[in-house]
Nanobody, 116 residues
Framework: EIHLTECGGGLVQPGGSLTLSCHYSGFTFENNWMSWVRQAPGRSLEWVSSIFSDGTIRDSVAFPKGRFTISLDAAKNMVYLKMNSLESEDTALYHC?????????RGQGTQVTVSS
């Protein structure tokens, strides 16, 4: 059974940074994608970034390069999302997901709230 567990969210001031973590188990990441997606209140699910098992990254065009960075540590079954220069519009529930784009299976998510 696939398990995805996110953590690292919280309350952060505008301009601040956070790094989200996702531990995955129950499936083989080799030759597969993992993604981060988010859902803000009242909005649909939004793709943030995806990473292939060889480290290839694809970012949503909605996110300027450098502000959000996905990475992985396959030895630890971990995928990360480092977020810089956070804005109030980044307030959302962030999920990691198996697969590319919006993914197939998502975890419960970790809440990120950007507010002064």
């Amino acid at each position: 059974e696939i398990h995805l567990t996110e953590c690292g969210g919280g309350l952060v001031q505008p301009g601040g940074s956070l790094t989200l973590s996702c531990h995955y188990s129950g499936f083989t990441f080799e030759n597969n994608w993992m993604s981060w997606v988010r859902q803000a209140p009242g909005r649909s699910l939004e793709w943030v970034s995806s990473i292939f098992s060889d480290g290839t990254i694809r970012d949503s065009v909605a996110f300027p390069k450098g502000r959000f960075t996905i990475s992985l540590d396959a030895a630890k079954n971990m995928v990360y999302l480092k977020m810089n220069s956070l804005e109030s519009e980044d307030t959302a529930l962030y999920h990691c997901a198996t697969g590319y784009g919006l993914g197939r299976r998502r975890g419960q998510g970790t809440q990120v709230t950007v507010s002064s």
